[in-house]
Structures are given as C-alpha cells and as structure tokens.
C-alpha cells in the first residue's frame, strides 16, 4: 500500500507544550528545543511542504493542574490533529509529556471514523502507558493514554461531550517495551495488545516483528499513527528524558524502523513526545529525535528499490 509520507508530503508541524502529565519539569520545552535543533528546516529540505501552526494553547490558566487541564490540552490537540487530516495533511504533533497522544490519537480517530479506516497504533515506548486511575503507582497521566483511548473507566471527562470512537487495543503494537506495571501487564493481557519487547528485540532484531506488524495495517487498509517517545531509545543516545530506562534501542535500530515505516507507505500521523531540555546534553538528544523524523519522512544514503508491503490474508494476521 501507498501512503502520503511516501513521496513529497504536506506535513503540518503541531506544538504541545504540555508537562501535566508527568512529575518532572521540563518537557514543556520540547517543541522549542525540536524547532531549534532544525526540525521544520530538515523536513522542508527532503522535499515537504512544511508549515508550522506554533503551539496548540489550551482553554485553561497555564498553572492548572490534574485531569481538567489534561482535558483541555486533550481536546485542543484533538481538534488541530482532526483539522490537519480533514485538510489532507499529516500531523507531526511535538512535545511535551505522553499525555499530549490522548489528543492526537483522538483526532485520528475521530478522522478515521469518518472516512470508514481503521486507526492502528504504532507506540515505539520502553513503557506501556496502559494504567489506569487505579494501577497507576505514580497517578501521572502521562502512563495511561492508551487505557483512556481505549475506553477503561474513570477517563470520560478528558474528551469532548458525546460520543467518541474507541481505540481497538488489538490495533495497538507496543514496540521496544522494556518496563511495564504489574496492573498495566495484566491489562495489556487481558485486551490483547500487541507486543514486541526488547527482548524479542534481542533475539529477533526490528525487522521480522516490525514487518508482521505493518502487514496487518496493510492488509486493513489502515491509517498508521506512529507515537515515538525518546525513552524507547537508549539514554546513552538520547538521555534528555525524565523516565530513563537502561537497555534501549539502538541507533541504528532506530533508524532502521524509521526507515521502514517510510518505505511501507502506511504512516499518516506522528508524535514525538516526552524531550525535556532541561536534562539534556546541549541539544544532542533534540537533534538525535529530527534526525530519526528525517529518516522516517524519506532521509537515505542511497537510494533502493522500495520494498513493497504485501496485505496479509485475514485468516492469517494475528
């Protein structure tokens, strides 16, 4: 299947700069550090037409905290993401804490229900953001976007009034998982998310698993929302994050999923969450996170023949 990243695309750049999610300071800062590292320039010289909309500004006082203020960041982020897709668009969306996906996955939603597509999740992450309200440890939000996509009780007022369509957690592939919660892992069971840990990772390598999981977006007709939090790397890579987790993705693992989702065609949304400056090393892990957008938007050494990626039966997708 072909998509719009394929060739030369209309990309709009989204800014959240959203930290209520998350204990630590400082990811607020992120858009900033993303625009300064060279982010909008790089995409406009692989060929994009790149416009940024600066900052999404949610309807509450800045200093506003707890589940209101994610609720407005929420639906703002929602409906910018919604707009950007309508207008045949595809949404970078730059933060700020993972609490900022509840509102760009909503809006995909929401466009994929009206154009009859399915939404599938990529979530290259080294945790699961499936807690809920009750298995959290922590109570930061910014560890249950998916639970809330997904419909698990005590998320409703963190979206707009009426009904909203639901993430399917079987359209869901958690990629690079190396730490999860044990309410969240029963969770994560229980729903049948899709899983690709780094111990698969280990044995296996990026390619075979992250294959099988573009076919089934291919063999759906699928749209392909692809969240990358810069801890699903490894903090000797990148380490300006505040939830460190040792044993990461490598560079060039990294940049070779990068590179397959680009050639399969399928991406029409993207995140790029959870930078904080503040704990970074002079700018290196904002432009670590341009560099890898620049390889999934088309950035190569050399040019190949782009593989195609073939549509599993159905009786056969697991």
């Not at 407005?72 to 804490?97: E, N, Y």
């Not at 009206?114 to 080294?126: I, K, M, Q, S």
């Amino acid at each position: 299947m072909s998509g719009r990243q394929a060739g030369a695309t209309r990309i709009e750049i989204i800014g959240a700069p959203i930290e209520v999610g998350t204990s630590e300071p400082g990811a607020l800062m992120g858009p900033a550090a993303l625009r300064t590292a060279g982010l909008v320039r790089t995409l406009a010289d692989l060929g994009h037409a790149v416009a940024d909309l600066g900052d999404v500004a949610p309807g509450c006082p800045a200093e506003a905290r707890g589940l209101p203020a994610v609720a407005a960041w929420t639906q703002v982020i929602s409906g910018r993401v919604a707009a950007s897709l309508a207008g045949d668009a595809l949404p970078v969306v730059i933060g700020g804490d993972h609490s900022l996906s509840l509102g760009s996955v909503d809006g995909a939603l929401r466009h994929c229900e009206g154009a009859g597509r399915p939404l599938f999740v990529l979530w290259l992450d080294a945790h699961a953001d499936f807690n809920t309200l009750e298995t959290s440890p922590s109570g930061n939000i910014h560890g249950m976007p998916l639970a809330a996509l997904c419909g698990e009780p005590g998320f409703d007022g963190l979206f707009a009034a009426g009904a909203r369509p639901l993430l399917d957690p079987g359209r869901i592939h958690l990629f690079g998982l190396r730490s999860i919660d044990a309410g969240e892992r029963a969770l994560v069971t229980t729903r049948r998310v899709g899983v690709t840990d780094m111990r698969a990772i280990d044995e296996f390598g990026v390619v075979a698993p992250l294959r099988r999981a573009l076919e089934q977006v291919a063999a759906a007709g699928g749209h392909l929302h692809v969240s990358l939090d810069i801890d699903f790397l490894d903090p000797g890579i990148a380490p300006g994050v505040g939830t460190t987790v040792p044993g990461g993705a490598t560079f060039r693992e990294a940049h070779l999923i990068m590179e397959m989702l680009h050639d399969s065609g399928l991406v029409g949304s993207l995140d790029v969450v959870e930078l904080n400056p503040f704990l970074d090393e002079r700018g290196r892990s904002a432009r670590v996170l341009v560099e890898l957008v620049a390889s999934l938007f088309g950035r190569r050494i050399l040019d190949r023949p782009t593989p195609v990626i073939e549509a599993v039966p159905r009786d056969l997708a697991t």
